[in-house]
């Protein structure tokens, strides 16, 4: 025989009190409410009883909320994404929210397809690496005053809710920091988008080059081969047809790792006198020969800031876009240390 059920008219009657009594503890509210504490005691002891489980479903269509949170990234496998998933995962938690993991592959069409789908489920708020031609619809999100955050890249032209990190200024004194240890053949790797992230990136290296009256030496990779066999030939093809190169700064971990990848023939250059410097860090790479000095994130941070304005938005405490820029930290390992002068 099929179990009848537990729902919150039984609660009420089983408890002979109302059913708006039993609502208000359930949803937080028994203190505002002035129900006494003897009262919603009771209410919590049957509900952990009876084991019930509230309809998730209905319960968002009565209150407007589900309590439920969309991180959306260009892929969660990546090593700043999925780290930083998780400390999302834990702060939202400890303020009752549950989130789900999404990759948009920087793809437009699946972005869209992604978000009107749980648009339609009646998620709370969203956290969104945007893809290149996302504005119109995170546009039409604001429009709608559902809660959106841009994380790592934004569009200049928007007034939206952002957390990034330094990039340009980052960039610049990972150049310097080359430059200082006598690196003057300087090859910067990106990949070849309009990313605002990418293009801060390249700007604060051709700054420094620029400044100290170097020469810019620069391999744009198609994205769309960022993890292919193509983009390790791509990068030894580029070393191999510019022997003056000295150093290579990457333009982020994934790509350095396929620069290293490639590059394993020819080690001991990397061992003497050849410099490497990656933006965003990886275990990997304090642990490798040499270790590699990168520019790392504050990954706390920018979770703290992502779920700090969210949770303003789901309160409506905050009508103003708020633009967070946070400081990186250059990690100095041994792929960067001082070119022996001759």
Do not use: W
């Amino acid at each position: 025989m099929k179990k009848k059920q537990i729902s919150i008219k039984s609660i009420a009657k089983a408890l002979n009190i109302s059913v708006t009594t039993v609502s208000f503890v359930l949803n937080g509210k028994a203190e505002e409410k002035h129900i006494s504490k003897e009262m919603t005691q009771k209410v919590l002891d049957y509900v952990k009883k009876t084991n019930y489980r509230p309809n998730q479903i209905a319960q968002s269509l009565r209150t407007g909320k589900s309590k439920i949170l969309v991180f959306m990234v260009e892929d969660i496998s990546n090593n700043f994404f999925s780290k930083l998933a998780r400390i999302i995962e834990d702060m939202a938690y400890e303020k009752g929210y549950k989130v789900i993991f999404c990759s948009n592959e920087n793809d437009d069409n699946k972005s869209e397809e992604l978000i009107h789908l749980f648009n339609f489920r009646m998620v709370d708020g969203f956290i969104i690496v945007p893809s290149p031609g996302m504005q119109g619809v995170i546009e039409q999100l604001i429009d709608e005053n559902i809660p959106v955050v841009l994380l790592d890249r934004y569009f200049s032209d928007l007034d939206s809710n952002i957390v990034i990190v330094n990039n340009d200024e980052a960039a610049y004194n990972a150049t310097e920091h080359l430059i200082k240890n006598h690196y003057r053949k300087i090859g910067f790797i990106t990949t070849d988008t309009s990313q605002t992230q990418m293009l801060d990136r390249l700007n604060g290296y051709k700054r420094a080059i620029f400044d100290n009256g170097l020469v810019s030496n620069i391999l744009y990779i198609p994205y769309n081969e960022t993890s292919t066999q193509f983009s390790r030939d791509l990068i030894y093809s580029f070393v191999a047809d510019n022997p003056e190169l000295d150093s290579l700064f990457f333009s982020t971990n994934y790509l350095a790792l396929r620069g290293l990848e490639s590059l394993k023939s020819d080690c001991d250059a990397l061992k003497k006198d050849f410099g490497v410097v990656t933006f965003d860090d990886n275990e990997f790479f304090s642990i490798c020969n040499p270790t590699i000095t990168a520019v790392a994130q504050p990954l706390y941070e920018i979770g703290e800031e992502l779920m700090k304005i969210m949770l303003n938005l789901l309160k409506k405490t905050d009508d103003k876009p708020q633009k967070v820029i946070l400081n990186t930290e250059l990690k100095i390992r041994e792929s960067s240390k001082p070119k022996k002068v001759f």
